[in-house]
């Protein structure tokens, strides 16, 4: 578009938002899909495979780098670097676990940890970019739809990885190792190409703004497109769990007795018996590449669709270019505008005013109307991160969702290991990943509208329900689900199980963005939401999925005859333990959360909203 003084649609922008945002869940919650046959290839200790998993997450300590990165250089940059490096990161991991380089054990770790770390932090950039699109192109009449819809490309990313890693299998991919280069691939051909097509530069930007031009029907066939792969999803591995139980495993299940006869005198016989059963190295199946044509087709066809669609007439006044956007780490103010907040998005935007004559004139009642239908009160002080650590409610809320986000990354890091241990079939950890990851997506996506609805709920009680209450649901959740899988011997207790899980960890994410908004303030909210997003994933992962899992685990492995311990675990004992602490945890949170409903903070916060 050249420089007419015209303003180009964001719709091309928001397609590339929305088709990137798969990938960032998709590579980060997927571990285990490959962690048992990373484990077996390379002869690592389930502490070796723990410590490069747990690695990962701790790149959210660094998560407002990629923030920084966003800010400076803009968005298009943003995706172009972070899909570019996430498939190089990716790629290297697959040249090392398929060891085309062959390195020292004490390095193996060192190098695997590091290329997850920068894998996670080439995620976060793309994360960043995709949500400051969002946020410095949509307004607020479709903002909220917008973010839900990303949100919900986020959670089923793994799920997608999931079904298209079972149905190309024994054909495009011949190991469960393949998974990393599948991630690459789908890295660059989501993120960074997008972008090069769809994604103007800082300058550009700055030179022609945006408007919005998105109607109803743009978000209708974003959300068609995640049921339908819900749907798809959910039903295929039901299927598969359906069709394996019925048909008795009759193979596995006669390996697995005969392997039990030698149990006492061979320990390790029936490790790599049961490790020969679940790993993917060994099941030679046929690929199902019309299943696979499917999902592509549901992940791209609704966001391209968005291009052919009718598009708003209307002009948006209100357009902020790219410099207007308040940064992930801060704000800035502009002389001239006034702050808004949107009730279905913590993020915030500076409305420039048409002149100040405007904003003088403006009618008083106007502006009350306007901020009733906004559903947004006066809010509390802002606060900037250190101001909100000195506050109760901070670290209420930092104690339970550290709990629940921990309770939900021991499943995605570690779900092999617990059907191995179990003896399930390989395809069942996998059918898992898919349903926890469709779980917790449509989780995030319900929460934000439900936990707003819940506001103005006549419950008798003097107003609606704050939104903090909700961390109680999404304890309850969570203390169902592991006291369900600690007391699991056979798939359908422990799928039922997979799926509180999912929701109780999707339920965390919408509200961290919107009640850290609502405590803390608007000017600081993308800082503060950063240190939560950051924070959560990197010690729930370490003090849940590291060190408690890692260990119970590893004191269940029986040693041999000589009194060598063996590397992998088999039994309901080798996660019972973990399962049971974590769900003592999220019943602590459910205290912790009731707690934070109580504080001076939160009454003060949602008395004008209820």
């Given amino acids: 578009m050249e420089n007419d003084g015209s303003r180009r649609s964001n719709i091309p922008m928001l397609v590339a938002a929305l088709m990137a945002s798969g990938t960032t869940g998709g590579t980060t919650y997927a571990f285990s899909l490959y962690g ?3 484990k077996a290839s390379l002869d690592l200790t389930q502490g070796e495979l723990d410590t490069i998993s ?34 190089s990161s990716l790629l290297l991991n697959w040249v090392v676990a398929k060891q ?8 193996l770790v060192t190098v695997l940890s590091a290329l997850g770390i920068s894998t996670f932090i080439s995620s976060a950039l793309v994360t960043g970019a995709v949500f400051k699109i969002i946020v410095s ?17 986020v959670g089923v990313g793994s799920a997608i990885y999931s079904v298209l890693l079972v149905s190309l299998r024994g054909g495009l991919l011949q190991s469960d190792l393949d998974f990393l280069p599948m991630a690459a691939l789908f890295a660059f051909a989501a993120a960074a190409i997008p972008a090069c097509l769809f994604v103007p530069g800082k300058d550009q930007l700055a030179e022609n703004p945006t408007v919005d031009c998105t109607t109803p029907l743009h978000f209708r066939s974003i959300y068609i497109g995640l049921i339908s792969l819900a749907i798809l999803i959910v039903g295929n591995c039901m299927l598969e769990l359906f069709v394996d139980a019925e048909e008795g495993d009759d193979d596995t299940t006669a390996l697995l007795q005969e392997a039990g006869d030698r149990f006492l005198e061979d320990p390790e016989l029936l490790a790599q018996e049961q490790q020969l059963l679940g790993n993917g190295d060994a099941v030679v199946e046929d690929p199902d590449y019309l299943m696979a044509i499917v999902v592509v087709v549901l992940w791209f066809g609704p966001c391209l669709a968005l291009l052919c669609l009718p598009t708003a007439t209307h002009t948006q006044l209100d357009t902020t270019d790219s410099s207007d956007v308040i940064p992930l780490n801060g704000s800035s103010k502009t002389n001239g505008s006034r702050r808004k907040a949107y009730r279905d998005d913590v993020c915030c935007e500076d409305e420039m005013e048409s002149n100040n004559d405007e904003e003088e004139e403006e009618d008083p009642a106007d502006m009350i109307t306007e901020n009733a239908a906004s559903n947004v009160s006066d809010g509390p002080e802002d606060r900037n991160l250190s101001q909100m650590l000195g506050t109760l409610s901070a670290w209420l809320m930092l104690y339970s969702t550290t709990i629940l986000v921990g309770g939900g990354t021991i499943m ?23 349903l926890f990851s469709v779980c917790q997506s449509f989780a995030r996506v319900a929460t934000g509208g439900l936990s707003e609805s819940a506001l103005s709920w006549n419950c008798g009680c003097g107003g609606g329900i704050p939104r903090p209450a909700f961390f109680m649901i999404a304890a309850l959740l969570g203390a169902s689900a592991h006291t369900v899988l600690a007391s699991a011997t056979s798939e359908v207790p422990f799928v039922i199980g997979v799926a509180l899980s999912g929701l109780a960890f999707g339920m965390v994410w919408p509200l961290l963005v919107l009640v850290s908004q609502e405590l803390f303030g608007t000017t600081n909210a993308g800082a503060n939401y950063m240190f939560y997003d950051g924070s959560t994933s990197a010690l729930g992962t370490v003090l849940l999925s ?46 912790t959360s009731s707690c934070l409903l109580c504080t001076k903070l939160t009454k003060q916060a949602y008395r004008g909203r209820r």
């Fill in 36 to 38: 048992s046959t990373l």
């Fill in 54 to 87: 747990s690695a990962t997450f701790l790149g959210g300590l660094l998560s407002w780098i990629p923030g920084l990165f966003v800010d400076r250089f803009g968005c298009r940059a943003s995706l172009i670097t972070g899909g570019t490096t996430g498939a």
């Fill in 100 to 107: 085309m380089i062959v390195l020292e054990k004490n390095l």
């Fill in 137 to 153: 192109t949509c307004g607020p009449g479709s903002k909220g739809s917008a973010v839900g819809g990303a949100k919900g490309y």
């Fill in 412 to 434: 995605t890091n570690q779900m092999g290991e617990m059907t191995e241990a179990l003896g399930f079939h390989g395809d069942v950890g996998k059918a898992s990943v898919a």
């Fill in 546 to 591: 590291n060190l408690v899992a890692q260990k119970v685990y590893d004191d269940h492995i029986v040693p041999d005859e000589d009194g060598n311990k063996g590397k992998v675990c088999i039994g309901e004992g080798c996660f019972q333990t973990s399962h049971l602490i974590v769900a003592g945890l999220a019943l602590s949170c459910f205290f």
